[in-house]
């Protein structure tokens, strides 16, 4: 089994990051998790990027429409024709945003799903897929541009 790994930026503004690791396949994040632009509030919430579909919110977290954000891209290729895989994500209470220019103000990125977690590769050998997740965003928090990084590994089997 080989285990190909990947670092994706995650920032509340568009930054596009994309990163590869390469032997006969190649994995690579053609897009960055971007959770938008929000204000914060005196009440805590919450901003959830899903790996499908629109942002979403709870709590005092209130998305602005200037900048929606998006789920984080990523494809295989080179792969065997219906080659089994699966997909590890970050557990929760390991990720977190930092403000750029303080890095001991933080937010925590939780709940990590994405479009598929396992099956097999196409005929081709390739896969395209998405990953989304969750922001706490605390009471009064910071404003800013935050910016962080998460793992994924493809198990290619």
């Known amino acids: 089994m080989k285990k190909h790994r990947v670092l994706a930026v995650i920032a509340l503004l568009s930054t596009v990051a994309c990163a590869s690791v390469s032997w006969a396949q190649t994995f690579t994040a053609t897009q960055a ?3 938008g632009t929000f204000a914060p509030s005196a009440v ?3 901003i959830v ?3 499908v ?3 979403g919110k709870s709590g005092g977290a209130y998305p602005i429409a200037v900048n929606l954000g998006s789920a984080a891209s990523f494809s295989v290729s080179g792969g065997g024709a219906n080659q089994p895989y699966s997909i590890t994500l970050p557990s929760n209470g ?3 945003l930092s403000l750029v220019g303080s890095p001991g103000t933080t937010m925590a990125v939780n709940g990590f799903s994405s479009s598929t977690s396992s099956g097999q590769l196409s005929g081709t050998g390739a896969l395209a897929f998405t990953v989304g997740a969750t922001l706490s965003v605390g009471s009064n928090q910071a404003m800013g541009n935050y910016t962080g990084n998460f793992e994924v590994t493809i198990n290619l089997q």
């Open 53 to 55: 579909g629109l942002r």
């Open 33 to 35: 998790l971007a959770f």
């Open 94 to 96: 390991v990720v977190s």
């Open 44 to 46: 805590a919430g919450t």
């Open 49 to 51: 990027i899903p790996p």
